[in-house]
């Protein structure tokens, strides 16, 4: 018999191999890969002289968690710039936060607080207002992103970014301004959030050093949640393939540890059929390996496609243009045969893609091709059915987990009950995969999507989805794991822990499949296995972790005690505390935010 590299032993594993008939509490990983996994008996059969041997003292193991749409390439070059507010549980402690990080930020940088949170996960249920942002950094710029609807900059910011009365509002977007016409610091997407982009986009850069610590620092991060696979949805302003050096230069050196398939978004509005005649005639879907490999197009094929979900503003109307920019390129990739993905939020919006794929299928048949909607929140019963007929998938998010609130005040709780229909679409059979679509919106926190798909509430705790259509515990971790291998078309090679799959998988803080649910969200990895290699090791399991070397530049907010969310901070929610769901105000505002600037208790719409 062989000889394993590994042994994992004394463990409760969850295999999710729907053909493992017996308990399995121990795996040999051989050359990268799951050699064995049944019982601690025939696994240390395995063992050999240079067989390394873990005891995992009776902990969960599950297969590395897949994040089928998440942001990561864009997300790493920024991660050590960025402070997380994630699961902070007060608005007090937000701002003290922000205020520390300001007087350790050296000028010209700023202050980033950029997605994974919002007012409801904090005890005063409100927004800060920017009286107490300027008061909490006076003299740093401070940028703070808010959903897809909004941005608060301080004084400083907006020195920094050269807004002032005469700048003009510019197209899809608005600049708040008081009585005298100068900017308030209030920034609005309406209706789409390339101001908030933009204007984030004008602050300073890492340096390219930086900038490869920040990435190993993310995917370290990712590690410590169970993250081993990805799906990079690439993003605005992220440029291919400029912006991809970074990433592809860590993958030479061997320092990748989390598997990344990334998708090409497109570039220049009204060009797109251009990015993508260039990028068919050069590269290929597959080309790579199984660390970091091109997937397909997408998430944006065309600009005029793009119905942002700010569900603080009414829906888009999108324009008359799209059907005939987006069956240009759909036709293009079809015939080139490159797997896409769409972004698509409104099942209008749907109607008029699927328009155009049905056409396109009549010419140029998809035949098998992998494709798929992101998010779908308010998908009809009928376009689910049009989506199985054409082969197409549906990856899922928790961006309700973060804009649900929002989305009840806009549409009524009887909508946002099945927004998104997840039980149809698995009862349908169409292919689903979870995510975060972390980091401008939701948190890159696997746990905290888990926890929304399972007990259906958001980060504040409001209630969305009856049970119909939440999901068991197996059938999330499913979704996370074999249901998202699919949209990379790796569903051979990961997502179960069974002999011939890639050895990836976490060994939890405790048990999934047992703790109270509001723990879920509490939910880490204490041993994170890539390839068969440890890539994340916390207590007993610390010493077993490679090195990472120190967060740079030292003034960034993953340098402190607690990474990014900042000196002594739990990037979780704190156990047991429990919020009321939101009171709903009889009243209308007085103007488009109510008292913004008054410091009222609530945030008003």
Excluded at 541 to 569: E, I, K, N, T, Y
């Amino acid at each position: 018999m062989a000889t394993a590299d590994l042994i994992l032993k004394n463990g409760r594993i969850a295999t999710g191999n729907a053909h493992q008939k017996t308990s399995a509490d121990a795996v040999a990983i051989q050359d990268g890969r799951f050699g064995a996994v049944g019982s601690e008996k025939d696994i240390m059969a395995w063992r050999g002289p240079a067989t390394r041997v873990i005891d995992l003292g009776g902990r969960t193991v599950i297969p590395g968690l897949i994040d089928s749409h998440i942001h990561t390439i864009r997300g790493g070059l920024n991660y050590n710039l960025e402070l997380r507010w994630d699961g902070v549980p007060s608005l007090a402690d937000a701002l003290r936060k922000l205020r520390a990080q300001a007087q350790r930020t050296p000028p010209p940088q700023w202050v980033r607080v950029v997605g994974g949170w919002n007012e409801f996960q904090f005890a005063e249920r409100r927004l800060p207002t920017l009286e107490e942002i300027n008061a909490a950094a006076p003299e740093t710029p401070v940028f703070i992103l808010y959903l897809y609807g909004l941005a608060l900059l301080n004084g400083a910011a907006l020195r920094a970014v050269g807004y002032t009365r005469d700048t003009p509002n510019p197209p899809g977007g608005e600049i708040q301004r008081d009585k005298q016409g100068n900017p308030t610091g209030l920034l609005i997407a309406r209706p789409n959030a390339s101001i908030l982009y933009s204007t984030l986009a004008k602050g300073p850069k890492l340096a390219y050093e930086d900038q490869l610590n920040s990435s190993r620092h993310f995917m370290r991060e990712l590690n410590r949640l169970g993250l081993t696979s990805v799906i990079d949805a690439g993003g605005g302003f992220q440029n291919y393939p400029e912006d991809y050096k970074v990433i592809e230069e860590l993958h030479a050196r061997g320092q990748l540890t989390v598997r990344i398939a990334y998708n090409l978004f497109t570039q220049h509005p009204a060009q797109e059929l251009e990015d993508f005649r260039k990028w068919t005639a050069t590269v290929r879907p597959g080309q790579g390996d199984a660390f970091y490999r091109l997937n397909g197009a997408g998430e944006m094929l065309v600009f005029s496609a793009a119905d942002f979900e700010d569900f603080l503003e009414p829906r888009p109307d999108l324009p008359a243009s799209l059907e005939g920019e987006l069956e240009a390129v759909v036709h293009h990739l079809v015939r080139s045969r490159w797997p896409f993905r769409l972004h698509a939020t409104y099942d209008e919006s749907i109607s008029r893609f699927l328009d155009v794929f049905e056409r396109v299928d009549r010419e140029v048949p998809f035949q098998g091709l992998k494709w798929w909607f992101d998010h779908a929140e308010t998908i009809s019963p009928r376009n689910l059915e049009r989506t199985r007929a054409l082969g197409g998938g549906i990856a899922i998010q928790n961006r309700m987990s973060f804009q649900g609130e929002h989305f009840i005040a806009r549409y009524g709780a009887d909508a946002a009950a099945h927004s998104p229909p997840i039980r149809r679409m698995l009862e349908l059979g169409i292919p689903v995969g979870a995510g975060t679509d972390a980091t401008r919106v939701s948190s890159y926190n696997p746990w905290v999507s888990l926890y929304w798909l399972i007990t259906g509430k958001t980060v504040g705790g409001t209630a969305l989805y009856p049970a119909a259509n939440r999901m068991s515990r197996e059938e999330a971790l499913r979704l996370y794991t074999t249901g998202s291998a699919w949209f990379s078309g790796e569903e051979r090679d990961k997502g179960i822990i069974a002999e011939g799959m890639l050895a990836d998988l976490a060994v939890l803080s405790a048990d999934y499949f047992s703790v109270p649910e509001e723990q879920l969200k509490h939910l880490e990895s204490v041993l994170t296995l890539v390839d068969g290699k440890v890539v994340h090791g916390t207590g007993p399991f610390g010493p077993l972790a490679p090195p990472l070397p120190p967060a740079s530049p030292d003034w960034s907010p993953v340098s402190l005690p607690g990474g990014a969310q900042g000196a002594g901070a739990s990037p979780l929610h704190p156990a047991g505390c429990v919020h009321q769901p939101p009171h709903v105000h009889p009243h209308a505002p007085a103007g488009p935010f109510g008292s913004w600037n008054s410091g009222c208790d609530c945030f008003v719409f």
